[in-house]
């Protein structure tokens, strides 16, 4: 199952919004076709004004919830963007008192800082991103802690005050990333999979036991199953925040990484 959804995941956006539009609807139509055949000398009875009813009931139900997951996604890939900019101003930040030091005083605790961007991008944002990354990525972010509070000099008034700076912004930029990680690797559990291709399975079999066997209404359910497919390829776009076109790049920590290496170029000149 997990293997499933992580090559679901893998595929482009275009590519899960076209599928699941495309496949529930065939879903729909295959059921309904079935159906239809297996019963064709044995007619069963209809009601048209309780078949839209009830089925309007329970698409209603499976679209409430497909509506109130695909919100909940957004939001958290907003928070999850917003932890990102955080992160990134902190690091902008500490990198420019790490400067006012002077590049001889505190160059190694900026390399120490560029190595902790570069984890970050390849360890838990790129392709490789695994749960060992995860653990050399907090390996990096405790070396810079240690540079910071064991490598900075602290004698001077001003170096003291640049020093408190440094040690603040290093607790900002723990902070910053544990919000990030909070979301990492959260996606939908099985069961609510399951309970909406459910949902959507016993409102297809209402539907033809309570509607006329013909075509307008196998068109009719065609056009309906095709917008609740949209839906559920919105809700596997949006799912996961880490993955995926939509989700969280490194294009933030990259930016960051080159305003450091042109920075530290500058000094150099």
């Given at each position: 199952?997990?293997?499933?959804?992580?090559w679901?995941?893998?595929?482009?956006?275009?590519?899960?919004?076209?599928?699941?539009?495309?496949?529930?609807?065939?879903?729909?139509?295959?059921?309904?076709?079935s159906?239809?055949y297996?019963?064709?000398?044995?007619?069963?009875?209809?009601?048209?004004?309780?078949?839209?009813?009830?089925?309007?009931?329970?698409?209603?139900?499976?679209?409430?919830?497909?509506?109130?997951?695909?919100?909940?996604?957004?939001?958290?890939?907003?928070?999850?963007?917003?932890?990102?900019?955080?992160?990134?101003?902190?690091?902008?930040?500490?990198?420019m008192?790490?400067?006012?030091?002077?590049?001889?005083?505190a160059?190694?605790?900026?390399?120490?800082?560029?190595?902790?961007?570069?984890?970050?991008?390849?360890?838990?944002?790129?392709?490789?991103?695994?749960a060992?990354g995860?653990?050399?990525?907090?390996?990096?972010?405790?070396?810079?802690?240690?540079?910071?509070?064991?490598?900075?000099?602290?004698?001077?008034?001003?170096?003291?005050?640049?020093?408190?700076?440094?040690?603040?912004?290093?607790?900002?930029?723990?902070?910053?990333?544990?919000?990030?990680?909070q979301?990492?690797?959260?996606?939908?559990?099985?069961?609510?999979l399951?309970?909406?291709?459910?949902?959507?399975?016993?409102?297809?079999l209402?539907?033809?036991?309570?509607?006329?066997?013909?075509?307008?209404?196998?068109y009719?359910?065609?056009?309906?199953?095709?917008?609740?497919?949209?839906?559920?390829?919105?809700?596997?776009?949006y799912?996961?925040?880490?993955?995926?076109?939509?989700?969280?790049?490194?294009?933030?920590?990259?930016?960051?990484?080159?305003?450091i290496?042109?920075?530290?170029?500058?000094?150099?000149?």
């Open positions: 199952m997990t293997s499933a959804i992580n679901l995941y893998s595929l482009p956006d275009y590519v899960i919004l076209i599928g699941f539009t495309v496949v529930v609807p065939l879903y729909a139509l295959a059921i309904y076709g159906l239809s297996a019963f064709k000398r044995r007619p069963l009875p209809h009601d048209a004004y309780l078949g839209i009813n009830m089925f309007n009931s329970s698409i209603a139900i499976s679209a409430f919830l497909l509506t109130f997951t695909l919100v909940q996604a957004l939001g958290t890939l907003q928070r999850v963007n917003q932890a990102v900019y955080e992160e990134t101003a902190v690091i902008e930040q500490l990198d008192v790490l400067l006012d030091y002077g590049e001889a005083e160059a190694d605790v900026r390399q120490k800082l560029q190595r902790y961007i570069k984890s970050v991008i390849v360890q838990e944002l790129g392709e490789s991103a695994t060992v995860k653990k050399r990525v907090s390996k990096e972010l405790y070396d810079l802690s240690y540079g910071i509070t064991h490598q900075l000099l602290n004698k001077t008034t001003q170096q003291k005050e640049l020093y408190d700076k440094s040690v603040s912004l290093m607790e900002d930029l723990g902070k910053a990333r544990f919000q990030r990680m979301h990492a690797g959260k996606t939908l559990a099985p069961v609510f399951l309970g909406i291709f459910l949902l959507i399975t016993t409102s297809i209402l539907f033809f036991y309570l509607s006329r066997k013909n075509r307008y209404s196998a009719a359910l065609l056009f309906q199953m095709t917008a609740l497919g949209t839906l559920c390829g919105l809700v596997a776009i799912d996961n925040p880490f993955t995926g076109e939509s989700g969280v790049t490194a294009e933030a920590y990259e930016t960051s990484l080159e305003m290496q042109q920075r530290s170029e500058l000094n150099d000149d």
